[in-house]
């Protein structure tokens, strides 16, 4: 079965750091497109972060700087290293791969930064 788990969330407070991992199981997202996505409560859910199969990796313009995506190949896992958290990015974090035609989600980690 494909699947995706993220882990790593957790509380923090506002200018701290968090690395969020999702890894994959099997295969099936070798060299693939994996993304990061958050859905804060009572907002839709928005693009974070995508790294491509060659290793090039795009954000949202939130982020200025302040994320960095990147993967790990052996261990099938994609991470979002998060510094200077702010509040606002309180949200359910989400990571994705696409398989064939379809979109694989992970079921999320709860990301809470304290002001």
């Known amino acids: 079965q494909v699947q995706l788990v993220e882990s790593g969330g957790g509380l923090v407070q506002a200018g701290g750091s968090l690395r969020l991992s999702c890894r994959a199981s099997g295969r099936a997202f070798s060299g693939k497109t994996m993304g990061w996505y958050r859905q804060a409560p009572g907002k839709q859910r928005e693009f974070v972060a995508r790294?491509?199969?060659?290793?090039?990796?795009e954000y949202g313009d939130f982020v200025k700087g302040r994320f960095t995506i990147s993967r790990d190949r052996t261990l099938r896992t994609v991470y979002l290293q998060m510094n200077s958290l702010k509040s606002d990015d309180t949200a359910v974090y989400y990571c994705?791969?696409?398989?064939?035609?379809?979109?694989?989600w992970g079921q999320g980690t709860q990301v809470t930064v304290s002001s």
């Open positions: 790294i491509y199969g060659g290793g090039t990796t």
């Open positions: 994705n791969g696409a398989v064939g035609s379809a979109l694989v």
